[in-house]
T-cell receptor
Framework: GNSVTQMEGPVTLSEEAFLTINCTYT??????LFWYVQYPGEGLQLLLK?????DKGSNKGFEATYRKETTSFHLEKGSVQVSDSAVYFC??????????FGQGTTLQVKP | DVKVTQSSRYLVKRTGEKVFLECVQD?????MFWYRQDPGLGLRLIYF???????EKGDIPEGYSVSREKKERFSLILESASTNQTSMYLC???????????FGPGTRLTVL
């Protein structure tokens, strides 16, 4: 079946550090891939997405590339800020239209 | 902008009570979803609806029911709340044919 695995958190970084949050998936077919972000006390917001192999999604300095050969969609940012502290969820869209989520990775950025 | 609203941000109920969680979206989306979010488990799908009066079970429907009488509104019902239903509940909507879901702010439910 479809599944998403994210690296375990929490991830703690200093401001301006480089961020990578790993995400790998198992799926039949060619799902769309997403990163959602949840800021403290809020719901989920779409951060970026990619719909086919080798696509790169980007937003707010974050990037992720759809890698079919490694079944991965790792999230990266070159220089994190305190305001990036949040929970990040990797997800895929199944062929029935449902989203399958990873368990979430908490990022804490210290000044 | 798509707006998904949920009736309460925080809710405290007693064991055995009937609980209604309401969700409203303003973008005429056909599809609506209810998830619960628990630490270490991510989001798990409870129920979803492809259209008015239509509903399908998700991965964890036990102890829950739903109602969709109008296109913009999707209600989650806990017939007899139990302490293991203490959680964050998130509603989402999506246009049919699209792949992006839009989420509400969540309702943190505590069952005592």
């Amino acid at each position: 079946g479809n599944s998403v695995t994210q690296m375990e958190g929490p991830v703690t970084l200093s401001e301006e550090a480089f961020l990578t949050i790993n995400c790998t998936y198992t799926a039949t077919g060619y799902p769309s891939l997403f990163w959602y972000v949840q800021y403290p006390g809020e719901g989920l917001q779409l951060l970026l997405k990619a719909t086919k192999a080798d696509d790169k999604g980007s937003n707010k300095g974050f990037e992720a590339t759809y890698r079919k050969e490694t079944t991965s969609f790792h999230l990266e940012k070159g220089s994190v800020q305190v305001s990036d502290s949040a929970v990040y969820f990797c997800a895929l869209s199944s062929n029935t239209g449902k989203l399958i989520f990873g368990q979430g990775t908490t990022l804490q950025v210290k000044p | 902008d798509v707006k998904v609203t949920q009736s309460s941000r925080y809710l405290v109920k007693r064991t055995g009570e009937k609980v209604f969680l309401e969700c409203v979206q303003d973008m005429d989306h056909e599809n609506m979803f209810w998830y619960r979010q628990d630490p270490g488990l991510g989001l798990r799908l409870i129920y979803f609806s492809y259209d008015v009066k239509m509903k399908e079970k998700g991965d964890i429907p036990e102890g829950y029911s739903v109602s969709r009488e109008k296109k913009e509104r999707f209600s989650l019902i806990l017939e007899s709340a139990s302490t293991n239903q203490t959680s964050m509940y998130l509603c989402a909507s999506r246009d049919s044919g699209a792949d992006t879901q839009y989420f509400g702010p969540g309702t943190r439910l505590t069952v005592l």
